[in-house]
């Protein structure tokens, strides 16, 4: 009890600091780095190429050919007010819907991965699901929530890193991964071992989970993707087309190199790094808690492996060059 109420108050904090943040901080100064054309503009990849589409916090549409992966879509970006007072978040229908428009998502998902079960990860994943199909690969504690939330279970893959799941010629291998610390711990930690007799309704229902990361398998290349990590667990995969890192805390940046070289990637997408609070149509705006530049800076200076790139919302780009 004493440890949620901690983590209520370090929560409120984190919210505070990020509501309390009016001024502009947009992708503009990084204009070189940005890669990808609107998402309602892009073509289809064809069977032997793959587009990733930005759809804000850590989502991402994966596509090729005919086949599509939805990871950690969050469009409902729910009023922080109901948070920081206890109330209830729930998924923001006219926000599903003009994400799916921006997005420019296809009528049916193969998969939706889930990288942990925090509302900013999970929360639209069963509706999304609703209208879109699919599996959903997710931890036990995420399996349990998509459940509560009126997933049927015969949709869910809950899964522990080392497994391994295809759908089509898509091989998705389930990775182990740490969440960032924020203010020393982790948010709403705990997990989730049995039903839950009624559906999650405030942030801290939706609790950590088996933190994942993920390495696709997809239209040639090798994408790995995660939502964050800690020095000293380094990503165990190297070698990768795309590395999606989470970069949301500017405090954890030491981590970046130790990632960066692990995976050794072509190109190097830091992600998590927008300020969640803002509704989407505000555009991308850096979250006061990211330091980006500081991650540009130790890419260039320490000459990290891979090109780095930015993507902003709803923008798709198709990953140029033969596979690595
Ligand atoms: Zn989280």
């Not at 009126?150 to 497994?163: D, E, I, K, M, V």
């Not at 997990?191 to 994942?212: C, Q, R």
Request: some cysteine; proline content about 10%.
């Amino acid at each position: 009890m004493i440890r949620s109420d901690r983590t209520a108050a370090r929560f409120i904090l984190l919210v505070a600091a990020l509501a309390a943040v009016s001024c502009s901080n947009h992708l503009g100064p990084h204009r070189d780095l940005l890669v990808g054309v609107p998402a309602t503009t892009a073509p289809i990849p064809a069977d032997d190429e793959l587009s990733v589409t930005y759809l804000g916090v850590n989502g991402y549409l994966l596509r090729c050919g005919g086949q599509s992966i939805l990871v950690d879509p969050f469009f409902s970006r729910v009023p922080m007010h109901h948070a920081l007072f206890g109330g209830t978040i729930a998924p923001q229908p006219d926000a599903l819907a003009q994400g799916r428009r921006a997005g420019a998502l296809p009528d049916r998902i193969d998969a939706f991965l889930v990288t942990h079960s925090h509302f900013d990860h999970i929360l639209d994943v069963p509706p999304l699901h609703a209208q879109l199909g699919g599996k959903i690969v997710t931890s036990e504690t995420g399996a349990f929530l998509c459940e509560a939330a009126g997933t049927p279970r015969p949709a869910l893959l809950p899964s522990s890193p080392g497994a391994v799941h295809r759908f089509g010629p898509t091989t998705v291998h389930v990775l182990s991964a740490q969440h960032v610390l924020v203010f020393g711990t982790v948010p709403f930690p705990g997990e989730i071992t049995a039903p839950l007799s009624e559906a999650p309704t405030k942030p801290k229902d939706w609790v950590l989970g088996t933190p994942l990361a993920f390495l696709v398998e997809m239209g040639g290349r090798r994408i790995y993707i995660e939502s964050g990590g800690v020095l000293g667990s380094p990503p165990p995969v190297s070698g990768v087309d795309l590395a999606i890192v989470g970069t949301a805390l500017g405090g954890q940046s030491d981590r970046y190199p130790e990632a960066a070289r692990a995976l050794s990637a072509t190109y190097v997408l830091p992600s998590h790094q927008d300020n969640f609070v803002r509704p989407l149509e505000d555009g991308f705006h850096f979250s006061p808690l990211s330091d980006f530049p500081k991650i540009k800076s130790l890419h260039c200076n320490e000459r990290l492996p891979g090109q780095l790139v930015l993507m902003d919302y709803f923008h798709t780009w198709t990953l140029p060059g033969p596979p690595k």
